[in-house]
């Protein structure tokens, strides 16, 4: 196995409880010691970042959205100027 791939998934641990019915899988939960998920962080409703443990505010985030709405945008633009349907 190629060492990058080791490196990588170095912190990967946890469990996946999965359902397997006539072709589909459903993952019906999965829990990590290592995991970076917050619920209070994820709803981004809580002041001050919730138990997270570091000052978060919602405000925070709109300038990432808009900053990353620009390759979109773009995307758009370019798609009109090639005469491509939206």
């Known amino acids: 196995r190629p060492a990058h791939l080791d ?3 170095r912190n ?12 589909n899988v459903t993952i019906l939960g999965r829990t990590s010691p290592k995991s970076l998920y917050s ?7 809580v002041e001050d970042g919730g ?16 900053i990353n709405s620009v390759r979109l945008k ?11 349907s939206k």
């Open 39 to 45: 619920a209070d962080l994820a709803s981004m409703d």
């Open 74 to 84: 773009m995307y758009s633009m370019m798609k009109e100027k090639l005469g491509e």
């Open 51 to 66: 138990n997270v443990g570091f000052d978060y505010q919602p405000a925070d985030s709109q300038g990432f959205i808009r």
């Open 7 to 9: 490196f990588a998934q």
């Open 12 to 23: 990967v641990d946890g469990v996946v409880t999965l359902e397997l019915y006539k072709g």
